[in-house]
């Protein structure tokens, strides 16, 4: 699915599912070496679900490596007994060929039948992979439409990431027609159901609305996740006092976060905090050290920042000729304030 304004998988175990064999129990427990032989034994006795976490012990590479062929042989079993998480790893091996041939038809009827099986959270992956392959073009773009059809199941299915799409969908108006109020009802469901880009996706919405408040909280749980976006406008809530009052320190640590996740605007941001104080202590060896990140890495801010460090000799050797470089970079991609600094230099 798309990310931000693009997962988090839900599992849960039926009530006395860990009483059905001692293999689950120790899968469960994620004690992979010792579940292998009772899953085994387990799946000979009829027992599907085993059958199903020893497909995925092969498929996942928990005891060391995939073993695509014996993943293939019990996530078998297991979609034939009507397993939908276990129809859709299967599809996942048809799908990019894992010790098979590449056949995207088997693997679409695989994951129709995981979506088709109904089952709240566990049909939300086979729904979600079956929209991804209607959106591929795959059966003509005049199909392309059934990506929304089962993104929607997906989202009725308790699938986080699906509402988020829906919102996505209907913000941009790509097969629904815009709705804006609309898209944030849907990524509102979506950030309930914990969806990492659902809440990325709902903090921008609120963000646009000016909730400051909940905006925050939507967006730190996905800064949390390492959603680089989110952690930048969860510091400029708290920097600029949006929600209610400043606090630096917070904005250092989402900028942090949203730095190490390679969103340039926050390292510039996290620079400045340093060059002022602000939530720590007067740093010009950092403040130098995100400017400089900050602008190698595109951000036209970041080279306006690291141009007036040169200027002054901060943190940085003075060199007013290189400074003078880095405006007409920021200058050249768009940044207003560095044309404008260019303006006023050559008026003088």
Request: net charge negative; aromatic share 10%.
């Amino acid at each position: 699915m798309r990310g931000i304004w693009g997962l988090v998988l839900v599992v849960l175990m039926p009530f006395g599912a860990l009483a059905q064999g001692v293999g689950l129990d120790l899968y469960n427990a994620s004690k992979f070496q010792e579940a292998q032989k009772p899953l085994i034994a387990e799946c000979a006795a009829d027992k599907k679900q085993s059958c199903e976490a020893l497909g995925d012990l092969y498929f996942y590479g928990d005891l060391g490596q995939s073993d695509y062929e014996q993943a293939k042989k019990y996530l078998n079993i297991a979609c034939d007994a009507n397993l939908p998480s276990a129809c859709n790893n299967l599809g996942l091996i048809f799908q990019n060929g894992y010790g098979v041939t590449n056949d995207i038809k088997t693997a679409t009827d695989l994951f129709k039948k995981s979506c088709d099986l109904n089952v709240k959270y566990d049909s939300v992956k086979g729904c979600e992979n079956l929209a991804l392959v209607y959106r591929s073009g795959f059966f003509g773009e005049e199909e392309k439409p059934k990506e929304a059809l089962y993104t929607q199941k997906s989202c009725d299915l308790l699938g986080g990431d699906g509402c988020s799409e829906i919102g996505l969908m209907y913000k941009d108006g790509r097969i629904f027609k815009q709705d804006i109020e609309k898209s944030g009802q849907y990524m509102k469901r979506a950030c309930e159901l914990k969806s990492v880009a659902g809440c990325g996706n709902f903090g921008l919405f609120l963000y646009s609305k000016q909730d400051y408040i909940n905006s925050l909280k939507a967006s730190d749980f996905a800064c949390q996740y390492g959603v680089a976006i989110s952690c930048l406008y969860a510091g400029v809530i708290e920097e600029d006092g949006k929600a209610g009052k400043q606090d630096y320190q917070g904005a250092i640590k989402h900028y942090s976060i949203g730095c190490d996740n390679e969103n340039f605007d926050a390292c510039n941001n996290l620079s400045l905090l340093y060059k002022k104080g602000l939530g720590t202590q007067v740093n010009f060896e950092n403040a130098f050290y995100y400017a400089q990140k900050a602008c190698e890495n595109g951000s036209s801010d970041g080279c306006v920042n690291l141009a007036i460090l040169y200027s002054n000799g901060v943190g940085v050797a003075r060199n007013q000729e290189f400074a003078d470089k880095l405006m007409v970079t920021a200058c050249n991609g768009g940044n207003k304030i560095a044309c404008a600094n260019l303006k006023e230099k050559q008026r003088n």
